[in-house]
């Protein structure tokens, strides 16, 4: 079956650190593949992806990388700020044809605490 | 609405009891999405309905679960005889569907469902 593997939580960080949330993956086909964040108080947001190998997804200076060989699409991002503290799912779609259109698989998430 | 709004935010219930809750999805989006998130996991797709029938619902657990959208627009979901296990956070998203953009859901903040 299909599964999203995440780094273990929580993560904690000074602002301005650089950050990356590992995220692995297993897929029976070509999977698109996604980070979703979720801030406190707040519903699931897209917050970036990637729909072939090597693509490099990219959004608020955070940014993923489609890595095909070794099925992994790691969050990073150069200087964190407090207000990126929030939960970040990583997450994939199968043939994203017909009825798999939204049916995604998330990883368990990551929670990131940023400090002033 | 601007957004996903889901109803009840909260809901307390005791086993054995049944629960209805309520998602209103974006205007104009044809494709609506229940997701299960259970404390510390990531989200866990139910149901999907295109317009007002349920296209994909294998990933509802048992047949004490059922959703329906009868007007194409608002979703309710129907869980029967509820059991502690099903205390989690249902997550309501919607879509364009196949217009729009494969993986791209707008989430709604959750009903939170505690049975005692």
């Known amino acids: 079956g299909n599964s999203v593997t995440q780094m273990e939580g929580p993560v904690t960080l000074s602002e301005e650190a650089f950050l990356t949330i590992n995220c692995t993956y297993t897929?029976?086909?070509?999977?698109?593949l996604f980070w979703y964040v979720q801030y406190p108080g707040e519903g699931l947001q897209l917050l970036l992806k990637?729909?072939?190998?090597?693509d490099k997804g990219s959004n608020k200076g955070f940014e993923a990388t489609y890595r095909k060989e070794t099925t992994s699409f790691h969050l990073e991002k150069g200087s964190v700020q407090v207000s990126d503290s929030a939960v970040y799912f990583c997450a994939l779609i199968l043939n994203a044809g017909g009825t798999s259109y939204g049916k995604l698989t998330f990883g368990q998430g990551t929670i990131l605490t940023v400090h002033p | 609405g601007a957004g996903v709004s889901q109803t009840p935010s909260n809901k307390v219930t005791e086993k054995g009891k049944y629960v209805e809750l309520r998602c209103d999805p974006i205007s104009g989006h044809t494709a609506l999405y229940w997701y299960r998130q259970s404390l510390g996991q990531g989200p866990e797709f139910l149901i999907y309905?295109?317009?007002?029938?349920?296209?994909?619902d294998s990933g509802l657990p048992n047949d004490r679960f059922f959703a329906v959208r009868p007007e194409g627009s608002v979703s309710t979901l129907k869980i029967q005889r509820t059991e502690r296990g099903d205390s989690a956070v249902y997550l309501c998203a919607s879509s364009m569907g196949t217009s729009g953009s494969p993986g791209e859901l707008f989430f709604g903040e959750g009903s939170r469902l505690t049975v005692l």
């Open positions: 309905f295109q317009g007002t029938g349920a296209a994909d």
């Open positions: 990637a729909t072939k190998a090597d």
């Open positions: 897929a029976t086909g070509y999977p698109s």
